[in-house]
Structure formats: C-alpha cells, structure tokens
C-alpha cells in the first residue's frame, strides 16, 4: 500500500539545538502511526513540521504523493489533514457545538460579505456546517452537551471536543498530540476504543503519546525517536525487541530486564 504521509529526511533546529535530523518515516491511509520517545525527542517538533506550524529548514513532507512542505493549517484542512494539540486549543466562552463548528472554517464556500448580510446561501451552508458538527459530537457521545459552554466541560471531555473538530471536516489523517495526557484510566481506554472506532471508518491516525500501553495496543505501526534522530520503525511487537530501542531506553541488548513487560518499561523510561 502506497503511504498517504511520506516524512523525508526533515532537519530543524531552534538555534543551535538540533530538534530533528534526517528523520523520515510513513503512515497509511487507515492506519494508526505512533510517535514514541522521551521529552525533548522531537515528536512534536515533527508534528509541527507536518501540519504547517513550522517550516522545517531540510527535508520534505509529502501527503497524497503530493509536496505539503510549508503550507498553512488551514489549506491542509482542505486537503484532508487535521491536528489536535498537546495543550488544549479549545474556546471555552463558546458552545460545545460552535468549538466543533470551527473544524469546518477552512472548508466553507461563502465569504465574509455573504455572512455579513446573512444571504440565503450562507444560511444554507450554516445549517450543513451545523449537522455536520453534530453528527461528530454524536459519534464521540457528546451531543447532549452541544449547547453548554465548553468550559463547563471536564478536562477529558474537552479532549473529545478537540477530537471532534479535527474529525468534522472527514479528513484523511488527523495528527494526534498525546491524547490522552491528563486522563484518567478509565478515559484513557474510552478514548482507546474511539481511535481504534475512527480507524475502522478508514481514517488514518499519526499520533504523538507517552501512555505506552494504549500506543501499543492500538498502533499498526510505531516510529521511534531519540534526541531528534528516528532510530527504529515497526509493528509494536517489533519495536518493544528492537535491539537499539531496548539499548537506548533500556540500557540492555536483546530483551527487557527479566519479569518485566516491554511497554511498561519503555514508558517508565518515557517518564
């Protein structure tokens, strides 16, 4: 299967630290890809990198066989790719609904002056916008909650708003930012069985995380990054006995200390 997200050979740096050096990998379509290592690995710098936050000084990054290197967010939406963040980026003085409704801004067809004078097309394609944000807070169980203000939201609710407004355009690929930092166990396997939900729809996930557990119960395929250098890309089995994984987090050679599971021992030395 031809990748849908082709990373090749991207450098950046932030003065004179290398974040990110002649890392390359790929992720398919309908697929989940994992980004793993500690703080300060560059996982989120190659997030940024692909999603038009940055602009990295080397390398390129193609989507659909075509160069994205650069653009803005806002024209990736339109392409079909989306993010959530590390940090939450939701508007807390409006509704649920109307944060989820913000997804769809970059993929709209009328223009200011339509929507200045309320002209019958731009109501027509408010409504659409309107459905269309509601049917995304319906599959992630929040529909009942569309109208409250989404600072009234828990912090884990207000996760699956983000997720909602990523998902409500239907893009191809969503990059995920540790979605499931701050949440409880009991939200992190509900949010769990939602990636492994929108994966079956056939979108394709790439997503940043800590929690090793869930990467490797839930990812096809794992990359690995080390001080901005990928150094390993597999299945999850694969990577919890790929030899330079276990040397560089575990400070052993073939297999984890005895009496210990992989991916408990690698998110202890995430930590």
């Given at each position: 299967?031809?990748?849908?997200?082709?990373?090749?050979?991207?450098?950046?740096?932030?003065?004179?630290?290398?974040?990110?050096?002649?890392?390359?990998?790929?992720?398919?379509?309908?697929?989940?890809?994992?980004?793993?290592?500690?703080?300060?690995?560059?996982?989120?710098?190659?997030?940024?990198?692909?999603?038009?936050?940055?602009?990295?000084?080397?390398?390129?990054?193609?989507?659909?066989?075509?160069?994205?290197?650069?653009?803005?967010?806002?024209?990736?939406?339109?392409?079909?790719?989306?993010?959530?963040?590390?940090?939450?980026?939701?508007?807390?003085?409006?509704?649920?609904?109307?944060?989820?409704?913000?997804?769809?801004?970059?993929?709209?067809?009328?223009?200011?002056?339509?929507?200045?004078?309320?002209?019958?097309?731009?109501?027509?394609?408010?409504?659409?916008?309107?459905?269309?944000?509601?049917?995304?807070?319906?599959?992630?169980?929040?529909?009942?909650?569309?109208?409250?203000?989404?600072?009234?939201?828990?912090?884990?609710?207000r996760k699956r708003v983000e997720l909602a407004r990523a998902l409500v355009a239907r893009p191809k690929l969503?990059?995920?930012?540790?979605?499931?930092?701050?949440?409880?166990?009991?939200?992190?396997?509900?949010?769990?069985?939602?990636?492994?939900?929108?994966?079956?729809?056939?979108?394709?996930?790439?997503?940043?995380?800590?929690?090793?557990?869930?990467?490797?119960?839930?990812?096809?395929?794992?990359?690995?990054?080390?001080?901005?250098?990928?150094?390993?890309?597999?299945?999850?089995?694969?990577?919890?006995?790929?030899?330079?994984?276990?040397?560089?987090?575990?400070?052993?050679?073939?297999?984890?200390?005895?009496?210990?599971?992989?991916?408990?021992?690698?998110?202890?030395?995430?930590?």
């Amino acid at each position: 299967m031809e990748p849908l997200l082709k990373v090749e050979a991207l450098d950046m740096s932030f003065g004179g630290v290398q974040a990110l050096s002649e890392v390359s990998f790929s992720a398919l379509a309908g697929r989940i890809t994992a980004v793993i290592g500690p703080n300060g690995a560059g996982k989120t710098t190659a997030i940024n990198c692909i999603s038009g936050v940055y602009r990295p000084q080397g390398g390129r990054v193609l989507f659909g066989g075509q160069a994205i290197t650069g653009l803005a967010p806002h024209v990736l939406a339109r392409q079909g790719l989306t993010r959530t963040f590390q940090n939450l980026q939701v508007f807390t003085n409006l509704t649920v609904l109307e944060n989820v409704m913000v997804g769809l801004h970059g993929v709209t067809g009328k223009g200011f002056v339509s929507a200045m004078l309320r002209l019958p097309g731009q109501r027509a394609e408010e409504r659409r916008i309107r459905a269309r944000a509601l049917e995304a807070l319906t599959f992630l169980g929040l529909a009942a909650r569309a109208g409250l203000p989404a600072g009234q939201l828990s912090y884990g609710d207000r996760k699956r708003v983000e997720l909602a407004r990523a998902l409500v355009a239907r893009p191809k690929l969503v990059l995920l930012d540790e979605p499931v930092a701050g949440l409880n166990p009991a939200e992190t396997e509900e949010m769990g069985r939602v990636l492994l939900e929108v994966r079956r729809q056939g979108v394709g996930l790439l997503l940043v995380e800590h929690d090793m557990s869930l990467v490797m119960r839930v990812s096809d395929q794992v990359v690995v990054l080390h001080f901005g250098r990928q150094i390993a890309q597999g299945d999850p089995q694969a990577i919890q006995r790929h030899p330079e994984v276990l040397r560089t987090y575990l400070g052993c050679q073939d297999q984890p200390p005895p009496g210990v599971e992989p991916a408990i021992a690698l998110e202890a030395a995430h930590a």
